[in-house]
């Protein structure tokens, strides 16, 4: 039988994991890379492949926060994450939610200015010195406009 007190750390933990990835979201729309990074463990594994074509790789975390920079510079967005399943072992957790990501490129003409996805991810995490930290992201694709951003 779980104790009470498994049970409320269960709930702070579930609570903590959603902000990180709802607190992901947000850094890449304000575009504070800083605050990014303060989720990511030093290395991560990322699978991009379903949008991207890219192979999944393990990179550093401070490689992955500078290809969005260059991914999203110049770029209005707004990530919205919902739907958070979370699974938690002693030391490891897992999120799958749901994303819808809207890019707007201002400088582009009317009718090519806005790339909108819609997916899913899945996070992995480990503690790390008290503290969770992301240490893969999979990104799976519903549907998006692509064709438009060619």
Known sequence: MISILSELQWLI????????IVGMANAM?????????????DEINVDYSDFRGESPQKIAADLYVQQRITGLTGLKTLHISTNHEVTIQPEEARCRSAYRIYRIDP???SGQERLDTAGT???????????WKVTAIRQTLVGSNAKLWG
């Open 121 to 131: 991810y899945h996070h992995q995490l480990m503690q790390m010195e008290g503290e």
């Open 107 to 109: 400088t582009a003409e």
């Open 29 to 41: 729309d304000e575009q504070n890379w800083q605050r990014l990074r303060t989720y990511l463990a």
């Open 13 to 20: 933990d579930r609570h903590k994991i959603i902000e990180m």
